[in-house]
């Protein structure tokens, strides 16, 4: 394989920067929306594209996958204020293309922006502009000379619960105006010096003139279900900022409640000391940085952050991006006066030559299984690439879908090859079940065999090398003698010319009554048409069955 761009190391901080990163590609999907375009692309290793779900709106910005192959992401209804990253709505599709939930939020209240973060209770997190007036802005104590025109629209944060096909309720709420920090008007209670405020934002930073009411311009929101928190980045004051979800709401507009005892206020921020009073230029160290999120479980550097840092430059003054990795301080602890830690990054990923590696605007980078990091360059040419911890690029692919234009807000990754469309059967109803396969375009032609499991899915059965993540039982047994028979359609056949292929498990009205309660699991062996020898095993789905 070769490259347009063979980037290098610049810089690793620290000896303890992240175990892994190997010198072959991840070998699961890349998943991207190119932001003129109402559609969303899932490609493989190979850079084929095996998987495409088609939006009536767009264009799109984040696009998420969740464990029933739903996919969940932002879409653009026209109707917003005209700033960079305005959408107005949410999507839900399924893994057919049916659409689930067409969510609006583009009123008078607020309009949806940029990014959301998926709740493990299936809520979502997502960033809104408040609509507001710069008079409103200046009672809070805005210095005037700071403004023009008559809009105001600060970020808030809104937790959605989905209560139909387009409607939702607003089951919790986080305002910026909340938790601001002023020292130009004596007469507002928010008067004082930001300097000793850090858990507040200084309301007239940065010292520029706002024409068109975004401050904040925050585009990247992440959340930590381990300590219930929530991350949210502003390129506009060069930071990011981490709060307490575990909240009311009430709690949240305050100063006092949650785990963390702080209501709504910061409980760490990094990028720009500067913005808190507790640093000088030369300290920042974001520059209009996207992606900004904590590293799952699970993954080599979890819990550590990892930034697209997109206008880092370079000492002589050469436009540059970056990527960081930083490892957080214990309980997010700050000396009187001193700057949040760390002084550096754990790793930053770059390039010696400015021209190799540049985007200016939007942009991601996710950490992989394997330890690599997946880096999307979205405003050079939609560069979506793969880079080890020593900084070799093993895989990389450009945008290639037929769009007016060819950036890309993120690219994401995902391992899994096989989802169903839902997660429960009801007992007493039954129906039908859909199995649909994705193995990659490698696998075209070859043979597939659905299975199933009431006993599990560790430590799984060994077939030639092949872990089948099943364990075997009477089910088990069935499912192989009875293939494409009775409740088992297509479990056994041959995937297409993508590699990808569809099965389902059609159970009749109170056939599976006598196992109410538990969990049944599904997942399929892939075999080489050629020479029989099977080569890989899915990733297994469960269904509970219920009444």
Same mark, same amino acid.
């Given at each position: 394989?070769?490259?347009?761009?063979?980037?290098?190391?610049?810089?690793?901080?620290?000896?303890?920067?992240?175990?892994?990163?190997?010198?072959?590609?991840?070998? %699961?999907?890349?998943?991207?929306?190119?932001?003129?375009?109402?559609?969303?692309?899932?490609?493989?290793?190979?850079?084929?594209?095996?998987?495409?779900?088609?939006?009536?709106?767009?264009?799109?910005?984040?696009?998420?996958?969740?464990?029933?192959?739903?996919?969940?992401?932002?879409?653009?209804?026209?109707?917003?204020?005209?700033?960079?990253?305005? %959408?107005?709505?949410?999507?839900?599709?399924?893994?057919? %293309?049916?659409?689930?939930?067409? $969510?609006?939020?583009?009123?008078?209240?607020?309009?949806?922006?940029?990014?959301?973060?998926? #709740?493990?209770?299936?809520?979502?997190?997502?960033?809104?502009?408040?609509?507001?007036?710069?008079?409103?802005?200046?009672?809070?104590?805005?210095?005037?000379?700071?403004?023009?025109?008559?809009?105001?629209?600060?970020?808030?944060?809104?937790? #959605?619960?989905?209560?139909?096909?387009?409607?939702?309720?607003?089951?919790?709420?986080?305002?910026?105006?909340?938790?601001?920090?002023?020292?130009?008007?004596?007469?507002?209670?928010?008067?004082?010096?930001?300097?000793?405020?850090?858990?507040?934002?200084?309301?007239?930073?940065?010292?520029?003139?706002?024409?068109?009411?975004?401050?904040?311009?925050?585009?990247?929101?992440?959340? *930590?279900?381990?300590?219930?928190?929530?991350?949210?980045?502003?390129?506009?004051?060069?930071?990011?900022?981490?709060?307490?979800?575990?909240?009311?709401?009430?709690?949240?507009?305050?100063?006092?409640?949650?785990?963390?005892?702080?209501?709504?206020?910061?409980?760490?921020?990094?990028?720009?000391?500067?913005? $808190?009073?507790?640093?000088?230029?030369?300290?920042?160290? *974001?520059?209009?940085?996207?992606?900004?999120?904590?590293?799952?479980?699970?993954?080599?550097?979890?819990? =550590?952050?990892?930034?697209?840092?997109?206008?880092?430059?370079?000492?002589?003054?050469?436009?540059?991006?970056?990527?960081?990795? #930083?490892?957080?301080?214990?309980?997010?602890?700050?000396?009187?006066?001193?700057?949040?830690?760390?002084?550096?990054?754990?790793?930053?990923?770059?390039?010696?030559?400015?021209?190799?590696? $540049?985007?200016?605007?939007?942009?991601?980078?996710?950490?992989? +299984?394997?330890?690599?990091?997946?880096?999307?360059?979205? =405003?050079?040419?939609?560069?979506?690439?793969?880079?080890?911890?020593?900084?070799?690029?093993?895989?990389?692919?450009?945008?290639?879908?037929?769009?007016?234009?060819?950036?890309?807000?993120?690219?994401?990754?995902?391992?899994?090859?096989?989802?169903?469309?839902?997660?429960?059967?009801?007992?007493?109803?039954?129906?039908?079940?859909?199995?649909?396969?994705?193995? %990659?375009?490698?696998?075209?032609?070859?043979?597939?065999?659905?299975?199933?499991?009431?006993?599990?899915?560790?430590?799984?059965?060994?077939?030639?090398?092949?872990?089948?993540?099943?364990?075997?039982?009477?089910?088990?047994?069935?499912?192989?003698?009875?293939?494409?028979?009775? +409740?088992?359609?297509?479990?056994?056949?041959?995937?297409?010319?993508?590699?990808?292929?569809?099965?389902?498990?059609? *159970?009749?009205?109170?056939?599976?009554?006598?196992?109410?309660?538990?969990?049944? $699991?599904?997942?399929?062996?892939?075999?080489?048409?050629?020479?029989?020898?099977?080569?890989?095993?899915? =990733?297994?789905?469960?269904?509970?069955?219920?009444?």
């Amino acid at each position: 394989m070769s490259f347009k761009h063979v980037p290098t190391i610049l810089f690793a901080a620290s000896s303890m920067a992240f175990a892994g990163g190997v010198g072959e590609p991840a070998p %699961g999907f890349r998943m991207y929306s190119p932001t003129g375009d109402t559609n969303t692309y899932l490609i493989d290793a190979d850079g084929e594209f095996v998987h495409t779900w088609t939006s009536n709106l767009g264009p799109t910005a984040a696009c998420y996958l969740e464990p029933n192959g739903v996919l969940t992401r932002t879409v653009n209804h026209g109707t917003g204020p005209p700033l960079g990253g305005e %959408g107005g709505g949410i999507q839900r599709q399924s893994f057919d %293309g049916t659409i689930t939930w067409d $969510y609006l939020y583009d009123g008078p209240e607020g309009v949806l922006h940029h990014d959301i973060a998926l #709740l493990p209770n299936g809520n979502v997190l997502a960033i809104a502009w408040e609509i507001s007036t710069t008079a409103e802005a200046i009672a809070e104590g805005r210095d005037p000379a700071l403004v023009a025109g008559t809009d105001w629209y600060p970020d808030e944060i809104i937790e #959605l619960e989905q209560t139909g096909p387009d409607t939702a309720d607003i089951v919790w709420r986080w305002r910026m105006m909340d938790h601001v920090v002023q020292d130009f008007d004596v007469t507002k209670p928010n008067f004082g010096d930001p300097a000793d405020h850090p858990e507040l934002l200084d309301l007239n930073y940065p010292p520029t003139v706002v024409t068109n009411g975004d401050w904040n311009h925050c585009n990247a929101i992440d959340y *930590l279900p381990s300590l219930d928190l929530i991350l949210i980045s502003s390129p506009f004051q060069n930071e990011f900022w981490v709060i307490d979800h575990s909240t009311t709401t009430a709690e949240a507009a305050g100063h006092t409640g949650g785990t963390f005892g702080k209501g709504g206020d910061f409980l760490y921020r990094w990028g720009n000391p500067l913005a $808190y009073g507790a640093g000088i230029e030369d300290d920042q160290q *974001l520059f209009f940085q996207h992606s900004t999120h904590w590293i799952p479980e699970g993954l080599p550097g979890a819990g =550590n952050i990892l930034i697209f840092n997109n206008r880092a430059g370079t000492p002589d003054g050469l436009d540059h991006s970056s990527v960081v990795e #930083l490892e957080l301080p214990p309980n997010f602890s700050l000396d009187p006066g001193a700057a949040y830690g760390p002084e550096a990054p754990l790793w930053v990923y770059s390039t010696p030559d400015p021209e190799d590696f $540049y985007s200016n605007i939007v942009s991601s980078a996710r950490r992989l +299984p394997n330890g690599n990091t997946l880096v999307c360059a979205g =405003n050079q040419s939609g560069w979506i690439f793969e880079v080890t911890s020593a900084g070799d690029v093993v895989w990389e692919h450009f945008n290639q879908t037929p769009t007016p234009t060819s950036i890309v807000f993120m690219a994401s990754y995902w391992e899994r090859t096989l989802w169903a469309d839902r997660d429960f059967i009801s007992t007493s109803a039954g129906g039908l079940t859909r199995l649909d396969m994705v193995a %990659g375009s490698k696998h075209a032609g070859d043979f597939y065999l659905v299975i199933g499991s009431f006993a599990g899915t560790t430590p799984g059965f060994d077939i030639n090398g092949v872990n089948l993540p099943l364990n075997p039982d009477p089910y088990f047994i069935l499912t192989l003698t009875e293939v494409n028979d009775g +409740p088992f359609q297509d479990t056994f056949g041959v995937l297409d010319s993508l590699g990808n292929g569809q099965a389902g498990l059609n *159970l009749p009205p109170g056939a599976a009554n006598p196992f109410v309660g538990a969990n049944m $699991y599904h997942a399929y062996l892939v075999g080489n048409s050629a020479t029989q020898a099977i080569e890989m095993a899915s =990733n297994a789905v469960a269904l509970e069955l219920r009444p």
